[in-house]
């Protein structure tokens, strides 16, 4: 168990709908990363946020955003949702910069 | 060409053996290098991490990195059937402060 929690552990939606996936860093780590796993495309980077700022950008959707709290949780929220979103996702976190990042078990999400 | 190229096997192996996987990269920015271990559906789990060139040894696992070549290597010795996986190297190019680059990831059967 890393300590990094993540819920929904699966999500069926259709088309065209908006949901939003819910990730917990393990206790004392700032940066929350979120990546995007795909057979086709492997794991990929989508965004970084540290201490609630967003910190760096990877291959992100304009259909995506996402946030951090005071409290230091992050929510990605995916809209007009197309089938080929259809994937893993998954929430990493690190204690800040030059630090491992530690995965959490991820979302399912499925796009009908 | 692909950032970063691994070979996606399946390498299958008898129990007992020397596991090498590898992966080449094209961007020589990459500083800090890992390596991670996924069970079917289940979160990326942080073997082994490493900064620059050099060799890092932890148990049975055992990272290198050759900078000038761009190929990172990891050893298992005495492979065991739960060692059965999909291998995966990450990579960055500040640590922490920006988000990793995959390789798609070797999947690994040690045969009892």
């Known amino acids: 168990d890393s300590g990094v929690t993540q819920t929904p552990k699966h999500l069926i939606t259709a088309t065209g709908q908006r949901v939003t996936l819910r990730c917990s860093p393990r206790?004392?780590?700032?940066?929350v990363y979120w990546y995007q796993q795909s057979l086709d495309q492997g794991l990929q980077f989508l965004i970084q946020?540290?201490?609630?700022?967003?910190?760096a950008k990877g291959n992100i959707l304009e259909r995506f955003s996402a946030q951090q709290f005071p409290d230091l949780h992050s929510e990605l929220n995916l809209s007009s949702l197309e089938l080929g979103d259809s994937a893993l996702y998954f929430c990493?976190?690190?204690?800040?910069?030059?630090?491992?990042?530690?995965f959490g078990p991820g979302t399912r999400l499925t796009v009908l | 060409q692909k950032e970063v190229e691994q070979d996606p096997g399946p390498l299958s192996v008898p129990e007992g053996a020397i596991v090498s996987l590898n992966c080449t990269y094209s961007?020589?920015?990459?500083?800090?290098f890992m390596w991670y271990r996924q069970y079917s559906r289940k979160g990326p789990e942080l073997l082994m991490y490493?900064?620059?060139?050099g060799n890092k040894e932890d148990g049975r696992f055992t990272a290198q990195v050759d900078k000038s070549s761009k190929y990172i290597s990891l050893f298992i010795r005495d492979s065991q059937p739960s060692d059965s996986a999909t291998y995966l190297c990450?990579?960055?190019?500040?640590?922490?402060?920006?988000?990793?680059?995959f390789g798609k990831g070797t999947h690994l059967i040690i045969q009892p």
């Open positions: 990450a990579m960055s190019e500040r640590g922490g402060a920006d988000g990793l680059t």
């Open positions: 961007n020589s920015a990459f500083q800090y």
């Open positions: 206790s004392g780590d700032l940066s």
């Open positions: 946020y540290y201490n609630g700022e967003e910190r």
């Open positions: 490493t900064y620059s060139s």
């Open positions: 990493a976190s690190s204690a800040g910069t030059g630090s491992e990042q530690f």
